[in-house]
């Protein structure tokens, strides 16, 4: 299983930038997807989640900014970023939990490449 994000760049303190991230490989199904980020020098923190059914998750610090959301048809779920602040620079990595097969054996967690977002004051 691999997961590929993309989206990240420079943007400026109160844009927009949307992130995605899409799973591939052998997957029989997909249950949470979420978003993490690491800054330079800390660690790794919760950003967001989405269930399978919809039902979404935020750290208190995006709550109102950021959006969530996933395409189960193409193993994608995306981060929508408004109203960014220099804070949100960070490497932001997509985690999903998933089965490779019919077995609840199967289950695990995966983790993206990460796509680095710089927000300039």
């Known amino acids: 299983v691999q997961l590929q994000a993309s989206g990240g760049g420079l943007v400026r303190a109160g844009g927009s930038l949307r992130l995605s991230c899409v799973a591939s490989g052998t997957l029989y199904v997909i249950n949470s997807m979420a978003w993490y980020r690491q800054a330079p020098g800390k660690q790794r923190e919760y950003v967001a989640t989405i269930t399978r059914g919809g039902n979404t998750y935020y750290a208190d610090f995006v709550k109102g900014r950021f959006t969530i959301s996933r395409d189960n048809a193409k193993n994608t779920v995306y981060l929508q970023m408004n109203s960014v602040k220099p804070e949100d620079t960070a490497t932001y990595y997509c985690?999903?939990?998933?089965?490779?097969?019919?077995?609840?054996?199967?289950?695990?967690?995966?983790w993206g490449q990460g796509t680095l977002v710089t927000v300039s004051s």
């Open positions: 985690n999903i939990e998933a089965r490779s097969s019919p077995s609840l054996e199967s289950l695990q967690d995966y």
